[in-house]
């Protein structure tokens, strides 16, 4: 059987829920299937099941399907830290920061990791979905790409288009990428997902022909749109979902670090209807709120002095705040934090905000763990992504819970007895099996707008 590439015409077209949708849909269909990127660049990530960093997309998807997740499934990760500066993750372990031009400029030294990723995986599983990664065939970047071209060419994969009709460039660039594309490639093209349809399907049928009969392109199907809701990537996608608010009862105020992680902590807020979830970044805004969140930080010493600059120190000592604590926030609110190696500052020793008895050192090796967890008297899944060493692994005291664990608030139990103990009325709900609905709407929503028959044929 052969693999699949999912090309979009440009970033932001659809591709990553589109790859999502047709592995899901694939699975369920009784393939052995896989997702796979080769290369990604964001500021967030997760960890695998097998203890390595990997991207968020491709590790949901893996979870979505019930298998195991892998950095096999993402061989390269850009972990940005600043516009300049990334952490390069190769096989789920960290390299070490990087000028992050220089890591695009030297893909022949990744391509390696990349095909022993791919090789590996294909044993494993008889159809990989390899989402692509930004425009497929920018000449710029053709001859340094690792998850388009050099994964089409390299394992012969069949390719979709995907493009979105958003930005109203929507034929041109369709026939530009397709057109742009080595000779030997078009002919696995099996043709066109137009995502992201904001009106009447039937308004496209002008559309359908003007692919299909003057570029000689197979409509595969015209998505109305529709949002997946979980497995964000970053916190501008967060922000941008709309949550239902009439319903809720306790607003929790999340404080937007300017190099906040792991959001994928919050879906289970961003879901619940009894919860009005807010991203501040004032004490205003704070004060407004029933429960403080400090969440995990990519530079834990600057978004700490930036907390003090913007007035939080007071809010966030006091013992009478409510006050959920994860990871990097947990590690702020201790005495000091010691970095003897500058692994996260050029600062040795920073003061932290005190709430905490004790220091935080920062060692060279980053922790990342996934597990079950015995803590706040839940067994709580979950997962650790740190540099930090701390004596203990989760402290509760008055109004206050912190811990190294990211994941908490998937925890229904541990959820609704936060949630009860700041309004008797909460009643809280299933995550997961919320999750499992979204998630299966979603697909179906794919399957009724993509021909998979065709896709299934193509792929024989």
Not at 43 to 57: F, L, R, Y
Not at 75 to 101: A, C, M, Q
Not at 155 to 164: A, H, P, Q, S
Not at 203 to 217: H, N
């Amino acid at each position: 059987m052969r693999s699949l590439s999912i090309f979009g015409t440009s970033n932001d077209e659809g591709k990553s829920s589109i790859a999502f949708a047709l592995t899901y849909i694939l699975h369920k269909r009784g393939y052995n299937v896989a997702p796979f990127k080769a290369q990604s660049t964001s500021k967030n990530s997760q960890v695998s099941d097998d203890g390595a960093e990997m991207a968020i997309p491709q590790s949901f998807a893996a979870e979505a399907i019930g298998i195991k997740s892998s950095f096999l499934m993402n061989p390269v990760l850009l972990k940005v830290e600043s516009p300049t500066k990334t952490d390069l993750i190769i096989h789920g372990k960290s390299s070490g920061k990087k000028d992050i031009w220089s890591c695009y400029k030297d893909t022949q030294m990744l391509k390696p990791f990349v095909k022993d990723a791919f090789v590996k995986l294909s044993k494993q599983y008889e159809c990989i979905v390899a989402e692509g990664a930004g425009n497929p065939v920018e000449q710029s970047f053709m001859k340094r790409d690792l998850s388009n071209i050099y994964i089409a060419q390299e394992f012969k994969t069949k390719i979709i288009l995907v493009t979105g009709i958003e930005d109203g460039s929507l034929f041109s660039s369709i026939y530009g990428v397709y057109k742009l594309l080595p000779k030997k490639l078009r002919q696995d093209v099996i043709g066109v997902i137009v995502d992201k349809f904001q009106n009447d399907i039937a308004e496209f049928d002008e559309g359908v022909q003007i692919i299909e009969q003057l570029f000689g392109m197979r409509v595969l199907g015209v998505v109305p749109h529709k949002e997946l809701k979980l497995g964000f990537d970053t916190i501008e996608s967060m922000l941008a979902s709309p949550q239902d608010t009439k319903e809720s009862i306790i607003t929790v105020g999340v404080i937007k670090l300017p190099n906040i992680s792991n959001i994928t902590d919050f879906e289970p807020l961003l879901a619940d209807q009894e919860v009005n979830l807010c991203f501040i970044t004032s004490l205003h805004e704070a004060s407004l709120c029933d429960l403080l969140v400090l969440p995990g930080s990519k530079m834990v010493v600057d978004d700490l002095e930036w907390l003090i600059e913007s007035g939080f120190k007071n809010i966030l000592t006091s013992k009478e705040q409510k006050l959920v604590a994860i990871s990097g926030g947990y590690e702020m609110l201790h005495e000091q934090i010691i970095d003897p190696d500058n692994i996260e500052s050029k600062q040795k020793k920073t003061q932290g905000l005190g709430r905490i008895d004790g220091e935080v050192r920062f060692g060279k090796k980053t922790i990342s763990k996934k597990g079950l967890y015995a803590i706040f008297g839940c067994k709580i899944k979950g997962y650790e992504l740190h540099n930090a060493i701390i004596k203990e692994l989760a402290i509760k005291k008055k109004n206050l819970y912190a811990t190294l664990v990211h994941g908490i608030f998937d925890n229904n139990k541990f959820r609704t007895k936060l949630f009860k103990d700041i309004n008797k009325k909460y009643k809280g709900y299933d995550f997961q099996r919320y999750k499992q609905k979204i998630i299966d709407e979603f697909a179906s929503h794919i399957e009724k707008s993509v021909t998979i028959d065709t896709i299934e044929k193509e792929l024989q």
